[in-house]
């Protein structure tokens, strides 16, 4: 095998590996970094509590705003999640900003003249902290689901005492979905052997039917799926890999995000008062 040949063969597994053909974990990025190592319920109450903290700050601290941003640019630098990769599933929040946008130019109170527009304070102060406080939040739920699985999630609310039996219908739907995806390529594949292409509205008939079949199938297989878990001894409750007890240097790893802007909370309070 030529040199380019094997490059290429090992940059497709590299994708299959952090993305295969799992609904649920397409998000999820394969790296081997700090943050991917942490438990997932630790890296879930770490991402609350920062957004908490962002939340409660006033716009108008710009310098807390900057401090976050660098701070949250350093723990993507750490848990090695490609910049380019990250702007992308940014925007996300694209409608938002939208959004954000025309809120200067509703509102009451006083008017700032901004070139030919007149834009109302209130609005530009409180677009700023969606567009800005957005952003953050936004980042920060990338972050958690590029370094943890679905899967690891689901067992992370699970831990932090959500309601097992919501826990439960999410994982039962993130399983069905995959099992619907797995049967509409398989069925995919079928059509396209026999050289179907849907090409207008004379092939409606035919779609129609094939999603009738893909109802039943798929309703057939998922009964099959839980018949198998309860013969292996399922009783409500998913198995669990994660040790039950987490060391107080894991604890603290994980609370350095929320803990840094925490300090930089405090700091801009201190500076405001001086």
């Known amino acids: 095998m030529h040199a380019s040949q094997r490059r290429i063969s090992i940059k497709v597994e590299q994708e299959n590996h952090h993305h295969g053909h799992d609904v649920g974990e397409r998000l999820y990025l ?8 942490l438990p997932s319920h630790l890296k879930i109450i770490a991402a609350l509590a920062f957004i908490l903290i962002v939340v409660s700050t006033p716009i108008t601290q710009l310098p807390a705003f900057i401090a976050y941003f660098v701070w949250l640019l350093s723990v993507v630098v750490i848990a090695k ?47 700023s902290g969606i567009v800005v406080k957005g952003t953050l939040g936004v980042m920060t739920a990338i ?18 005492k959500l309601p097992v039996l919501m826990v439960q219908i999410a994982s039962f739907m993130l399983r069905y979905v995959n099992v619907v995806n797995d049967e509409m390529e398989r069925m995919k594949v079928a059509r396209e052997s026999r050289g179907f292409k849907a090409t207008g509205i004379k092939h409606w008939k035919v779609l129609a039917t094939a ?17 198998s878990m309860l013969s292996r001894g399922y009783e409500g409750v998913l198995p669990h890999d994660e040790p039950p007890h987490i060391n107080k240097r894991v604890w603290l790893i994980a609370m350095l995000y929320p803990l840094v802007a925490a300090i930089i909370f405090i700091a801009q309070l201190l500076i405001g008062k001086m």
């Open 143 to 160: 972050i958690l689901s590029t370094s943890t699985t679905a899967r690891e999630i689901l067992r992370g609310l699970e831990r932090l």
């Open 211 to 227: 999603a009738g079949a893909l109802f039943i199938r798929s309703y057939e297989r998922g009964e099959r799926v839980h018949l």
């Open 30 to 37: 394969h790296r081997h970094s700090l943050v991917h190592s």
């Open 81 to 127: 999640i490609p910049f380019a990769l990250l702007f992308k599933r940014s925007l996300i929040e694209i409608p938002f900003v939208f959004f954000a946008i025309l809120m200067p130019f509703f509102g009451s109170g006083e008017k700032i003249q901004v070139g030919p527009f007149d834009l109302y304070r209130e609005g530009v102060i409180a677009g």
